[in-house]
């Protein structure tokens, strides 16, 4: 393992490390792919990226265990989704197996940065693929990279995990029949503004809500919602404008397989928000991020159950789906992938 890293206090920013695995797409074929120590991408002044944003990622985790080994979290469903995301963006899928075995590869050879068990840092994991060819009248690309690299990141709560403050947008992230399902970084050019103003009016998060009726909740710029009712329910917004998150699609798994808990992925409307009794974000970086006070414009819904600290329901999924992903409870058949 790498001495002299201070795992506890890395934050969630880009670190090098030793090696990545680069694939290029030509002539109709994807390469047979490498490993690599270089971590620049040369590519065309024109390249259709760099033009009309025809990229997407993926992101997800390694984590050590308590006895040392080192697993991911489920990389089957990260291939697929970012097959789904390069249909989208008519882009060639890179073969969801060749997906699996870019990830054991890389984080093989990135080993000694995946932080002890202890720490509670894991190595982050990025995925992406972009047009490289050069394209000026408007089309898809005919040439592609898919790139995989990885980089340590802390504790995403340190000290214990302190509810936050969103606001209700104004801002829509997606259209009806748009890319809001797709992981694309699109998605999230056009929600930089917004969330740069969110945080200098001192909020955490933005809620979105749909864009054709502004009365349904959507997600965050980045996580997707969980909600509990005062009768225990777990509750999640369905939509086809959301990212389908992972780790929000495994909570409820675990809500209802582990935790014996009724679950519903239903429409959930803005004017039943209030009556909710916690509110947390799914995603990799966070699992669950509790949700303390929703800013309607000025107006507060304090979360009865969240808001001074992770209520009972969000902490039970959290430490369930946590021990999943350490190795410490047995985790659903294929859920663990080891890396030897
Ligand atoms: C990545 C992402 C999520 C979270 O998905 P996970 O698979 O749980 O990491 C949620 N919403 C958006 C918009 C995302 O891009």
Redesign the pocket.
Known sequence: MEQNMDWGSLGFGYRKTNERYVSNFKNGAWDAGVMTTEDTVTISECAGVLQYCQACFE?LKAYRTEDGRVVTFRPDLNAKRMADSAKRLEMPVFPEDRFIDAVEKVVHANKDFVPPYASGASLYIRPYMFGSSPVIGVKPAEEYQFRMFSTPVGPYFKGGAKPITIRVSDYDRAAPNGTGHI?AGL?YAMSLHAIVEAHELGFDENMYLDAATRTKVE?T????FLFVTADNKVVTPKSNS??P????RSLMYVAKEYLGLEVEEREVYFDEVKDFVECGL????AVISPVGIINDHGKEIVMQNGNKEMGPITKKLYETLTGIQKGKIEAPEGWIREIK
């Open positions: 992101g992981k998605n997600e710029g980045g996580a997707n959301i990212l998150s992972i780790t929000r799914c995603g990799t970086a």
